[in-house]
Nanobody, 124 residues
C-alpha cells in the first residue's frame, strides 16, 4: 500500500522560510515523478512543483519560481519543498503527490497517490 506522509508545515511570518517533507513508502518511485500541490481556502487545488525521480529534473509554477525548490533524497525515498521568501498568498494546505508517469504534467489527474496535506500559514 502506497503512503505519502507530509510534514514541516506551520506558521511563519512573511519573508520567512519553511521546508516541507514527503516520505513515500509502499513501492519504488524511482522511475516516476513526485509533485507538490496546494489549496488555499475557497480556491481550487493548484500545482506548485514537480520533480522527476530518475534525473531530478524539476518544473515550477510561475507563482513560486525563484522562491521554492523541490528536491529528493533517493535513499530516504523522500521529497522536499524548500520555501523561501514566503508571502501571505502562499497560505494553503500543501499536498504531496506521486505519479506513475515520468512526465505527469501539472494537472491533478496525472498523479495517482496523494498525502493528507500539511497546513502552511504565512502572516503579514
Amino acid at each position: 500500500q502506497v503512503q505519502l506522509v507530509e510534514s514541516g508545515g506551520g506558521l511563519v511570518q512573511a519573508g520567512g522560510s519553511l521546508r516541507l517533507s514527503c516520505a513515500a513508502s509502499g513501492r519504488s518511485f524511482s522511475s516516476y515523478a513526485m509533485g507538490w500541490f496546494r489549496q488555499a481556502p475557497g480556491k481550487e487545488r493548484e500545482f506548485v512543483a514537480r520533480i522527476r525521480w530518475s534525473d531530478g529534473r524539476t518544473y515550477y509554477a510561475d507563482s513560486v519560481k525563484g522562491r521554492f525548490t523541490i528536491s529528493r533524497d533517493n535513499f530516504k525515498n523522500t521529497v522536499y519543498l524548500q520555501m523561501n521568501s514566503l508571502k501571505p498568498e502562499d497560505t494553503a494546505v500543501y499536498y504531496c503527490a506521486a505519479s506513475l508517469q515520468a512526465v505527469p504534467g501539472s494537472a491533478e489527474y496525472g498523479y495517482h497517490y496523494w498525502g493528507q496535506g500539511t497546513q502552511v500559514t504565512v502572516s503579514s
